[in-house]
């Protein structure tokens, strides 16, 4: 299996190569020379890029580096691809980028000081810088120079279906979703077989432990309603496992799921085939399983009670706390003059005139 090696192009770009600027956020030439030796032998590199540009030469110089390699490169576009850093993208045979990312395009631009010569040659190096960027973009995608040029003047944000239709990436990431979760209708069929033989086993060891269970019923029986069923089986009683059909024989349907009560009160119950998934006598409707929830109800009404009780006991206390800490407060004479007299409003006035008096003084 080959081994992948991945680094990560974060940040701006610019032309210096002290060790300590990857920890500032930027990225050079010597940051991505320092990834790539850290890795382990691998046949193919993977270069992640979420950047908004920076130096156009160091741009080109990464570029050259990483198709040096001589090692097949995928390009993965992880958020914003801007400026320069579209370049460094097209290193890649591969080309991806994420469905909500951006690809974004203009001409070069800087700053520059100095007299009209030093003015004019620096115009003059933007202009080529330009036109290379506009050539280096023709020959790796399958856009036209006028339309790429009109892109480029226009400081273009293109999305990734744009940036795919021009040729500049090869694919859009596809967003892949996992599912951990039960789904009842695979489930059901697997987990049926199971629950049907441990239910007959137990019904024959308690056959065994204490004979045959008190269920006088053949295999001709009437339902509570009246109507006929037959259940097909090698006993004189109904089993799990057996099948109950609502009719006189075999022919008839076969029962669908649910639960049905036989004229003497055994209540079978079924699946959606007719199978009898468990066997409840008369007088013992209430299986392990029911008694156990009634036990579970009994105590978390126990325990609601004293959470009732415990909440009264708080609600007490809390008035007693507020009773004791309200204020006794009563404004007297002039003050409780105005107080009483005056709208909020005017009270705020009175309170703003007040203080412009202090200031006076």
Same mark, same amino acid.
């Given at each position: 299996?080959?081994?992948?090696?991945?680094?990560?192009i974060?940040?701006?770009?610019?032309?210096?190569q &002290?060790?300590?600027i990857?920890?500032?956020g930027?990225?050079?030439?010597?940051?991505?020379?320092?990834?790539?030796?850290a890795?382990?032998?691998?046949?193919?590199?993977?270069?992640?890029?979420?950047?908004?540009?920076?130096?156009?030469?160091?741009?080109f110089?990464?570029?050259d580096?990483?198709?040096?390699?001589?090692?097949? !490169?995928?390009?993965?576009?992880?958020?914003?691809?801007?400026?320069?850093?579209?370049?460094?993208a097209?290193?890649?045979?591969?080309?991806?980028?994420?469905?909500?990312?951006?690809?974004?395009?203009?001409n070069?631009?800087?700053?520059v000081?100095?007299n009209?010569t030093? !003015?004019?040659?620096y115009a003059e190096e933007?202009?080529?810088a330009?036109?290379?960027?506009?050539n280096f973009?023709?020959?790796?995608?399958?856009?036209?120079?006028d339309?790429?040029r009109e892109?480029?003047?226009n400081?273009?944000?293109l999305?990734a279906?744009?940036?795919?239709?021009?040729?500049?990436?090869t694919?859009?990431?596809e967003?892949?979703?996992v &599912?951990?979760?039960?789904?009842?209708?695979?489930?059901?069929?697997?987990?049926?077989p199971?629950?049907?033989?441990a239910?007959?086993?137990?019904?024959?060891?308690?056959h065994?432990?204490?004979?045959?269970?008190?269920?006088?019923?053949?295999l001709?029986?009437?339902?509570?309603?009246g109507?006929?069923?037959?259940?097909?089986?090698?006993?004189?009683?109904?089993?799990v496992?057996?099948?109950?059909?609502?009719?006189?024989?075999?022919?008839?349907?076969?029962?669908?799921?649910?639960? &049905?009560?036989?004229?003497?009160?055994?209540?079978?119950?079924?699946?959606?085939n007719?199978t009898?998934l468990?066997?409840?006598?008369a007088?013992d409707?209430?299986s392990?399983?029911m008694?156990a929830l009634?036990?579970s109800?009994?105590?978390?009404?126990?325990?609601?009670?004293?959470?009732d009780?415990?909440?009264?006991?708080?609600v007490?206390?809390?008035?007693?706390?507020?009773?004791?800490?309200?204020?006794?407060?009563e404004?007297?004479?002039?003050?409780?003059?105005?107080?009483?007299?005056?709208t909020?409003?005017e009270r705020?006035r009175?309170?703003?005139?007040?203080?412009?008096r202090k200031? &006076?003084?």
């Amino acid at each position: 299996m080959p081994k992948t090696a991945h680094i990560y192009i974060y940040g701006d770009i610019i032309n210096e190569q &002290y060790t300590e600027i990857e920890e500032q956020g930027y990225s050079s030439l010597s940051t991505v020379v320092n990834s790539i030796k850290a890795q382990a032998k691998f046949d193919e590199l993977i270069v992640h890029i979420h950047s908004r540009g920076g130096d156009v030469t160091e741009g080109f110089a990464i570029y050259d580096y990483l198709r040096s390699l001589k090692k097949p !490169v995928t390009t993965v576009i992880d958020g914003l691809c801007a400026s320069i850093a579209t370049i460094i993208a097209l290193a890649g045979d591969k080309r991806k980028i994420q469905p909500n990312s951006e690809f974004y395009i203009h001409n070069p631009w800087g700053n520059v000081s100095g007299n009209y010569t030093s !003015v004019n040659q620096y115009a003059e190096e933007l202009k080529k810088a330009e036109e290379r960027i506009l050539n280096f973009y023709y020959q790796h995608t399958n856009g036209n120079p006028d339309n790429l040029r009109e892109l480029m003047d226009n400081q273009t944000t293109l999305s990734a279906s744009e940036a795919l239709g021009l040729g500049f990436v090869t694919e859009i990431v596809e967003q892949e979703r996992v &599912y951990a979760m039960l789904n009842p209708e695979q489930e059901k069929p697997n987990n049926k077989p199971n629950m049907n033989k441990a239910l007959k086993l137990a019904q024959t060891i308690m056959h065994k432990l204490s004979g045959p269970l008190p269920i006088q019923a053949s295999l001709t029986d009437t339902l509570d309603t009246g109507e006929p069923v037959f259940i097909s089986g090698n006993n004189e009683i109904p089993n799990v496992g057996d099948i109950l059909y609502l009719g006189n024989d075999s022919t008839a349907p076969t029962a669908a799921e649910g639960t &049905y009560t036989l004229t003497s009160g055994t209540v079978l119950e079924t699946d959606e085939n007719g199978t009898i998934l468990s066997v409840i006598p008369a007088g013992d409707n209430d299986s392990v399983e029911m008694k156990a929830l009634k036990e579970s109800v009994k105590s978390l009404q126990a325990r609601l009670k004293e959470k009732d009780k415990a909440e009264n006991t708080l609600v007490k206390e809390l008035e007693g706390i507020k009773a004791q800490i309200q204020s006794t407060y009563e404004p007297k004479g002039r003050q409780k003059e105005v107080l009483t007299r005056h709208t909020p409003a005017e009270r705020n006035r009175v309170s703003e005139a007040t203080e412009r008096r202090k200031d &006076y003084k």
